[in-house]
């Protein structure tokens, strides 16, 4: 890949999920690493975060939801929680 194109996208890819049900329709593979990264800290970090319409999720429940949702990389999610 072209490391000029990297960065815009991976932010591009970001909002795509394992399971192809994302906006680019890209699945597995096809997604770039650091767009897979980006996507699990992302999601870690909106559960973990206060909300006006919830309160924070527990690093278990945080944990335990990322770990029951087909939409990340199983790799990605072992790293961030080991």
């Given at each position: 890949m072209n490391t000029a194109n990297a960065m815009p996208d991976t932010l591009?890819?970001?909002?795509e999920h394992m399971d192809g049900s994302g906006p680019l329709r890209l699945k597995g593979?096809?997604?770039?690493?650091?767009?897979?990264?980006?996507?699990?800290?992302?999601?870690?970090?909106?559960m973990l975060s206060p909300r006006t319409y919830r309160k924070p999720m527990s690093v278990e429940d945080a944990i335990g939801a990322l770990q029951s949702n087909n939409q990340f990389d199983r790799r990605v999610?072992?790293?961030?929680?080991n």
């Open positions: 591009r890819q970001a909002q593979e096809e997604i770039l690493i650091t767009a897979r990264i980006i996507a699990a800290a992302n999601a870690v970090v909106g999610i072992a790293a961030l929680t």
